[in-house]
């Protein structure tokens, strides 16, 4: 199946600083990226669409100017946390699905944020 | 508005058992259904899927079955094993532009016990 990754895997950082979680698709080229946000003991939760030359399409309650959307390439889209806060902490996953896997998604590893 | 609903939190069975996990949906809009394996710490795994089309679909030890008169899916992981132990997601996708957007249940922990 279709590899994505996600970098880092883990992060620890102050309150009030801003984080990048990037996303990868390996093998595949992706127009469309998602980003998940897991809280412990809850479902994952769809932030926002990513879409590759374009802005990304949030869902409602996200913060967009929080959460900020970047993708560059038809295989990155990077996540950046701004101004993080202790809320902030979670697991944030990203997905994408090659054309030829129209109904699948592939998950990224996700990554572990922890905000002090 | 949860429309996937994953109502038991938890599944503890034997090993050698049959695992049964259930999955509701409430929009009659979604045209394909996914369950994932989750293991801590790490992204979910895709398991099987099925198209709203079907209502069965096999592969190897895990059956998807779906009744859309009654809105709900049910995976079968026969016989469980010990590493089948994880949480399972249950998601419903509904086209959004050019793909698709996945709307996931709570999960549920499945435990098989040796």
């Known amino acids: 199946g279709a590899v994505v990754s996600q970098h880092p895997s883990r992060v620890i950082c102050k309150s009030g600083t801003s984080v990048k979680i990037e996303c990868r698709s390996l093998?595949?080229?992706?127009?469309?990226m998602f980003w998940y946000r897991q809280f412990p003991k809850q479902s994952l939760m769809l932030m926002a669409t990513?879409?590759?030359?374009?802005?990304?399409?949030?869902e409602q309650g996200v913060e967009k100017d929080k959460f900020l959307i970047n993708h560059a390439s038809l295989t990155l889209s990077t996540l950046t946390v701004t101004s993080a806060h202790p809320e902030d902490s979670s697991f944030y996953i990203c997905?994408?699905?090659?054309?030829?896997?129209?109904?699948?998604?592939?998950f990224g590893p996700g990554t572990r944020l922890t905000v002090l | 508005d949860q429309q996937v609903k994953q109502n038991s939190p938890s599944l503890s069975v034997q090993e050698g058992r049959i695992s049964i996990l259930n999955c509701d949906y409430t929009?009659?809009?979604?045209?394909?259904f996914l369950w994932y394996k989750k293991y801590p710490a790490e992204g979910p795994t895709f398991l099987i899927s099925?198209?709203?089309?079907?209502d069965k679909n096999e592969d190897g030890r895990f059956t998807v079955f779906l009744n859309k008169s009654a809105k709900h899916l049910s995976l079968h992981i026969v016989p469980s094993q010990p590493g089948d132990s994880a949480v399972y997601f249950c998601?419903?996708?509904?086209?959004?532009?050019?793909?698709?957007?996945?709307?996931f249940g709570k999960g549920m922990k499945l435990t098989v016990n040796p």
């Open positions: 997905s994408a699905n090659p054309s030829d896997y129209y109904n699948e998604q592939f």
């Open positions: 093998d595949f080229q992706a127009t469309t």
């Open positions: 990513s879409n590759e030359g374009s802005k990304a399409t949030y």
């Open positions: 929009n009659s809009m979604f045209d394909y």
């Open positions: 099925i198209s709203s089309i079907k």
């Open positions: 998601a419903a996708s509904v086209p959004q532009g050019g793909s698709e957007k996945l709307v």
